[in-house]
Each structure stands twice: as C-alpha cells, then as structure tokens.
C-alpha cells in the first residue's frame, strides 16, 4: 500500500533514539534551561546575542533536520536556516555559539544518523 513513504517517521529509529539519542538530549535541554535561567534572573541581565553558522556533518534530509530540531529545542538557541553544510543559529548568549561549534551535538546527531 505504500502508506509510508520517505518523509514519515521512521518507526524503526523509534529504539535507537529512546535510548541512545533522546537521553542525551533530555540532559542538554535540562543544563541549557537552567543556565537560562540563570541569565533570566540576573538583575544585569548578562546576554551576548549573535547569529552564526555551525558546522553540520548530517548527510540525509533527516540528519539535518534533527541536528535543527535539537539545537531549537535546546533554550536559548534558534535554528534560523538550514544550508548545505551548516545551520544558521542564534543564539542568546555567545557561550551557548561555542558549545555548538565544540561539536558535541553534531557528532550525535551524525552518530545517530549513521546508526539508521
């Protein structure tokens, strides 16, 4: 019947993602909500806003798209476009650019993408 075609949800990732990707991002959401806070409650209010692009190394449509979905997940940063090779982000404080440009979630998302 072909009810499922290329862009439906993959059911077969539904494993690998609960218990290998979706913790580790759960972690990432709850640290980067905190810092948020933090940032929040502050009287001075110390925010570094910028926008830049972050290397991406996702080969397929859904690679790229989950590396955008978890860096508009995680608080405080903002997938602004996906292109070839990057994802523009903003980002409310310029820590938050740097940890993205560690590579961390990157190398995730490509694991977990590799692992399909």
Do not use: C
């Not at 990707?21 to 570094?48: C, R, T, V």
Request: aromatic share 6%.
């Amino acid at each position: 019947m072909d009810v499922l075609d290329h862009e439906s949800h993959p059911i077969k990732l539904a494993p690998k993602a609960l218990f290998a990707y979706w913790p580790w991002l759960i972690k990432e959401i709850i640290l980067s909500g905190l810092n948020l806070s933090k940032i929040i409650l502050n009287p001075k209010l110390p925010i570094s806003p910028s926008v830049e692009l972050i290397p991406s190394s996702q080969s397929t449509d859904l690679g790229k798209s989950t590396f955008a979905n978890s860096i508009t997940l995680t608080p405080g940063t903002i997938a602004i476009e996906i292109k070839k090779d990057s994802v523009l982000v903003h980002s409310i404080e310029k820590k938050l650019i740097s940890d993205l440009k560690s590579g961390d979630m990157d190398i995730k998302v490509t694991n977990f993408e590799r692992a399909l």
